[in-house]
T-cell receptor, first 112, second 113 residues
Framework: QKEVEQDPGPLSVPEGAIVSLNCTYSNSAFQYFMWYRQYSRKGPELLMYTYSSGNKEDGRFTAQVDKSSKYISLFIRDSQPSDSATYLCAMRYTGGGNKLTFGTGTQLKVEL | GAGVSQTPSNKVTEKGKYVELRCDPISGHTALYWYRQSLGQGPEFLIYFQGTGAADDSGLPNDRFFAVRPEGSVSTLKIQRTERGDSAVYLC???????????FGQGTRLTVV
């Protein structure tokens, strides 16, 4: 079993929809949680960075962390075709440098 | 440059050959990381440097893989006796310090034929 599980999709939604992306993990030592966006043939780009449990909002993006359930989510409101990309969750534990453990990524397509 | 630069962007090599992949981090960034991303997978950690020294190389798959960062800036990932299973995108990232946000380059797509 992988330390971080993420549904690979693909997920297709109409423009303007609310998108929900999720990851589960098994290592309770993870304390820092991130969401990256990766366009085709590009490197990952950091979208959201959260420490421990709670919510964080940035524009159309909201990240949620539930450590008791070992479950993290990314919500995208008013989705746009430009949001079409692969979304990767990543996490690390305190003292782990920046050694990130990634999910497999969810491929999202927002259609006109 | 403004971002992390990786060269070459694409590399095709024959099985058994030696390859070097280069990473130019963002100027002033002391932390540098190498990840490998296979098709349909998330990036997998290989090694990270704090300055010139490899602080954690636990992700290197075997002794055919080696990385250096002799002057604390540019890093080279070296792969000996390449195998078809080494085919992947090799990503480099840098950060101001260990534990701060890491910025990724576009990667080197390595294909071993």
């Amino acid at each position: 079993q992988k330390e971080v599980e993420q549904d690979p999709g693909p997920l297709s939604v109409p423009e303007g929809a609310i998108v929900s992306l999720n990851c589960t993990y098994s290592n309770s030592a993870f304390q820092y949680f991130m969401w990256y966006r990766q366009y085709s043939r590009k490197g990952p780009e950091l979208l959201m960075y959260t420490y421990s449990s709670g919510n964080k909002e940035d524009g159309r993006f909201t990240a949620q962390v539930d450590k008791s359930s070992k479950y993290i989510s990314l919500f995208i409101r008013d989705s746009q075709p430009s949001d079409s990309a692969t979304y990767l969750c990543a996490m690390r534990y305190t003292g782990g440098g920046n050694k990130l453990t990634f999910g497999t990524g969810t491929q999202l397509k927002v259609e006109l | 440059g403004a971002g992390v630069s990786q060269t070459p962007s694409n590399k095709v090599t024959e099985k058994g050959k030696y390859v070097e992949l280069r990473c130019d981090p963002i100027s002033g960034h002391t932390a540098l990381y190498w990840y490998r991303q296979s098709l349909g997978q998330g990036p997998e950690f290989l090694i990270y440097f704090q300055g010139t020294g490899a602080a954690d190389d636990s992700g290197l798959p075997n002794d055919r893989f080696f990385a250096v960062r002799p002057e604390g800036s540019v890093s080279t990932l070296k792969i000996q006796r390449t195998e078809r299973g080494d085919s992947a995108v090799y990503l480099c990232a840098s950060g101001r310090a260990v534990g701060t946000e890491a910025f990724f380059g576009q990667g080197t797509r390595l294909t071993v034929v």
